[in-house]
């Protein structure tokens, strides 16, 4: 088994409302151009595909890719709610590290519909009956339950540690000032605090309108190969996946009867701290990180989950700037979710694509000057969390 595995090229498209989209089997294969494009190769060359979409049929995958090719190779599809795109790259990793591949490609895609996520079937057990319930006991409001989600989950962050609403507008305005910069982003009009927090009220006290990220379609793909491959085919090697790590929920998801708990907290921690013990790395190495901002609460909560800084110490760190250009480290120089958009599927890869920007040294006005560590947080509810750190070499 290899560890020396590579970014050899990346690809996305610009995020865009739904409506105004391409079908998605278009919006793959403009993604997964580039990343050939930018990988120097032909697709005859990959040797595998993972797939990412959540809102598709069965084979999805195979239709995208169709159309770039049709060279026989095996195409896994995957479905892991939000962190679909980057269980499509820990998969894609693992072919190559196995040696079952060399070079496999990575491609995540969403075509979305407007409006709150909704379940497709009625007619079965939802993958969220545990959530919900648990959601019901711990919050008492009527909105929809992915605001109920991450709203509770800020909300008993500002009951344990007196953290302000404010703070989350201030995390909503620092992505809007890194996106200005970010040709790639949905939104990329500079708001104030002050603005967030006179945005429609969604939540009195606990949350508006523009802390939450809207629903996007698009499309976002990478080819990952062996040191060996990249060698012979003069790939690009100057970005490595040193460590990765992927986690579900424990009973403390439940048992703790905390919604931070129920979004996924310990299980981020938990793969944060096994990507940070295999690499031997400490979080105040790191020069830059792209982290699921779904609502600006959770980028909140990241911060602590991730030990960016300690337990109860998120307010201080926004208040600090330590999240951005100058301070300690950058978090979402993208934009994030709350200014690119999240179709889900994509999301993952659309931050392996920013981060791969970002150790190249090509992000232009939004690069994080000297990056040779970056991490990647992608969490989906139900649930799952994939972490990843990139090296510059």
């Not at 496999?104 to 007619?123: K, N, W």
């Not at 040191?227 to 992927?246: K, P």
């Amino acid at each position: 088994m290899s560890k020396d595995i590579y970014v050899a090229g990346v690809g996305m498209i610009p995020f865009t409302k739904p409506g105004t989209n391409e079908p998605y089997p278009r919006m793959a294969a403009s993604a997964v151009s580039a990343a050939l494009l930018d990988a120097g190769i032909g697709y005859s060359l990959i040797q595998q595909a993972c797939v990412g979409y959540v809102y598709g049929d069965s084979t999805a995958g195979q239709r995208a890719l169709y159309d770039v090719g049709m060279t026989g190779i095996p195409i896994v599809n995957v479905n892991n709610n939000c962190a679909t795109g980057s269980t499509a790259l820990f998969l894609a990793r693992q072919a190559v590290m196995s040696g079952s591949a060399e070079c496999v490609l990575a491609l995540g895609f969403e075509q979305m519909i407007p409006g709150a996520l909704s379940e497709i079937y009625s007619d079965r057990p939802s993958p969220f009956e545990q959530f919900d319930h648990a959601t019901d006991e711990l919050v008492k409001n009527e909105l929809p339950l992915a605001l109920r989600y991450f709203g509770g989950a800020g909300q008993a962050h500002m009951n344990e540690f007196g953290t302000s609403v404010e703070t989350f507008a201030k995390i909503r305005a620092k992505a809007s000032r890194h996106a200005a910069n970010n040709p790639m982003a949905l939104f990329r009009s500079v708001v104030t605090p002050e603005e967030v927090m006179k945005s429609q009220v969604i939540w009195p006290g606990v949350m508006t309108k523009l802390m939450c990220c809207p629903p996007t379609c698009g499309a976002a793909a990478a080819v990952i190969c062996s040191a060996g491959f990249a060698q012979r085919h003069g790939l690009n090697g100057n970005v490595r996946l040193r460590e990765q790590a992927m986690t579900t929920d424990t009973p403390t998801a439940f048992a703790a009867h905390d919604m931070r708990e129920v979004v996924g907290f310990s299980m981020a921690q938990a793969a944060a701290l096994q990507v940070y013990e295999a690499a031997g790395v400490d979080p105040q190495d790191l020069d830059v990180v792209e982290l699921h901002d779904c609502f600006a609460h959770n980028e909140l909560l990241s911060y602590e989950a991730l030990g960016l800084c300690s337990r109860g110490d998120a307010e201080r760190f926004v208040n600090d700037d330590d999240n951005t250009y100058g301070g300690a480290v950058v978090t979402n120089p993208s934009g994030g979710l709350l200014s690119k958009g999240h179709p889900l599927g994509a999301t993952g890869l659309a931050q392996c694509f920013e981060l791969v920007q970002q150790l190249r040294g090509s992000a232009e006005a939004r690069q994080v000057g000297g990056a040779r560590l970056a991490l990647q947080h992608n969490l989906g509810l139900g649930g799952a969390c994939v972490v990843t750190l990139y090296e510059r070499v």
